[in-house]
Nanobody, 122 residues
């Protein structure tokens, strides 16, 4: 069982930056691939970024490639999402997710956090 808690959301102007963190419980964090997803009002949840359990593989949605960076700190049981050049269309609730032995996939995640709101004003 893995419990995930996101933090770092907030309000930012277009063109600005924001960093999200996800803290995971348990002693086997390094065994989990981690992902970030988002859901905007009236839309389905969508994949944003993922990192393999080894940290060697990352995967990004085309809409965020070059602007967002996912990273992990196994010693701190955290996964981070650095978001730069934010756009109003990035406004959503952002969720982190965990998958045992995950390789950075876009689906198949087993555990989810509660989410953190990111709002980008124009």
């Amino acid at each position: 069982q893995v419990q995930l808690v996101e933090s770092g959301g907030g309000l930012v102007q277009a063109g600005g930056s924001l960093g999200l963190s996800c803290a995971a419980s348990g002693r086997t964090f390094s065994s989990y691939g981690m992902g970030w997803f988002r859901q905007a009002p009236g839309k389905e949840r969508e994949f944003v970024a993922a990192i393999s359990y080894s940290g060697r593989t990352t995967n990004y949605a085309n809409s965020v490639k070059g602007r967002f960076t996912i990273s992990r700190e196994n010693a701190k049981n955290t996964v981070n999402l650095q978001m730069n050049s934010l756009k109003p269309e990035d406004t959503a609730v952002y969720y982190c997710a965990a998958q045992l032995r995950g390789l950075g996939q876009r689906n198949g995640y087993d555990y989810w956090g509660q989410g953190t709101q990111v709002t980008v004003s124009s």
